[in-house]
């Protein structure tokens, strides 16, 4: 099992930025893949971004494309989410995922089996 613990989440104003963090303790031998989701009031929990870990390539949600960047420092097993020109649409709760799965896309939160207690971002306009 792997343990997530996520801090950064915050009021923002659109077009500002905030950074998120993950740290990951436990079996983080394992890791395949880390990354971000997202749930706003009344929608489902959607991607955001996640990061494969051996190799660092990224996938990003066509929403946040060219404004979110995921990244992971492998020596303290955290996974960061640089989020720049927030837009209100981005306030929900994110989620730091892990997963311990090969497999061939990261994209759904079916393939994360590690969750951590979600932070919430709020983006005012």
């Known amino acids: 099992q792997v343990q997530l613990v996520e801090s950064g989440g915050g009021l923002v104003q659109a077009g500002g930025s905030l950074r998120l963090s993950c740290a990951a303790s436990?079996?983080?031998?394992?890791?395949?893949?880390m990354g971000w989701f997202r749930q706003a009031p009344g929608k489902e929990r959607e991607f955001v971004a996640t990061?494969?870990?051996?190799?660092?390539?990224?996938y990003y949600a066509d929403s946040v494309k060219g404004r979110f960047t995921i990244s992971r420092d492998d020596a303290k097993k955290t996974v960061y989410l640089q989020m720049n020109i927030l837009k209100p649409e981005d306030t929900a709760v994110y989620y730091c995922?892990?997963?311990?799965?090969?497999?061939?896309?990261?994209?759904?939160?079916?393939?994360?089996?590690?969750w951590g207690q979600g932070t919430q971002v709020t983006v005012s306009s």
């Open positions: 995922a892990a997963s311990r799965y090969a497999s061939s896309s990261y994209y759904s939160s079916n393939v994360f089996d590690s």
């Open positions: 436990g079996r983080t031998f394992s890791l395949y893949a």
């Open positions: 990061i494969r870990w051996s190799s660092a390539n990224a």
